[in-house]
């Protein structure tokens, strides 16, 4: 079993490569989604004020790897070769990770500068955005507080997002189709990178 985790600072590119694995046939698990399940289960808003409490709360309580000991079950359960992971944010996490599926987990890091991330969450409109680029600058510095740095620097393969879409969905379909190539059969719904550019 391998598995594909991307890491990298918000709006990133992390969301729009794991469409891009979704669209080639590949399951994924989005780690946000285990934070965002655990804030309206308290009955909160979906702010990214809110977002943050909850995550850094519940890694206080259970440990920095506690999202990541969440999604192992999510990640089993596809019954799939090959798994996609959208949201690593901490080196425990990819020590977890590592220490479960071991020489199986590979760590795609994605880059990107803070000025071209700050367009694309203005472009986004998710509930949990910032609506300023001083509030990405401190939601950079929370995740950075999580070990989103070394988590960065333990990555296998880095993938720059600097330049046009295209460019991107060329790099990371690449990168995914190297891996899938040491499975033993390709996900039935694969699809071409024109077909991906199209939606």
Excluded at 25 to 44: A, C, H, Q
Excluded at 98 to 113: C, M, V
Excluded at 158 to 165: Q, S
């Amino acid at each position: 079993m391998k598995i594909i985790a991307f890491v990298g600072m918000p709006a990133s590119g992390k969301s729009e490569a794991s469409r891009i694995a979704a669209e080639m046939g590949i399951p994924v698990i989005i780690m946000g989604d285990v934070i965002r399940k655990e804030v309206l289960k308290r009955g909160l808003e979906p702010n990214d004020s809110n977002t943050g409490m909850v995550a850094t709360d519940l890694r206080k309580c259970e440990g920095m790897d506690a999202v990541a000991r969440r999604c192992i079950s999510q990640i089993r359960e596809t019954g799939s070769e090959l798994v996609v992971v959208d949201g690593v944010r901490g080196i425990a996490e990819v020590e977890c990770f590592r220490k479960e599926f071991g020489k199986g987990f590979i760590l795609i890091s994605i880059y990107a500068p803070i000025e071209v991330r700050f367009s694309r969450v203005q472009k986004r409109g998710r509930s949990d955005d910032m609506n300023s680029i001083e509030g990405l600058r401190q939601r950079d510095e929370r995740e950075l507080s999580w070990g989103m740095g070394e988590a960065i620097n333990a990555s296998n393969v880095e993938i720059e997002n600097n330049f046009t879409l295209e460019t991107f969905i060329k790099d990371v379909t690449e990168v995914l189709r190297n891996y899938l190539g040491s499975c033993s059969a390709m996900p039935k719904n694969h699809n071409s990178t024109e077909n991906l550019l199209e939606q």
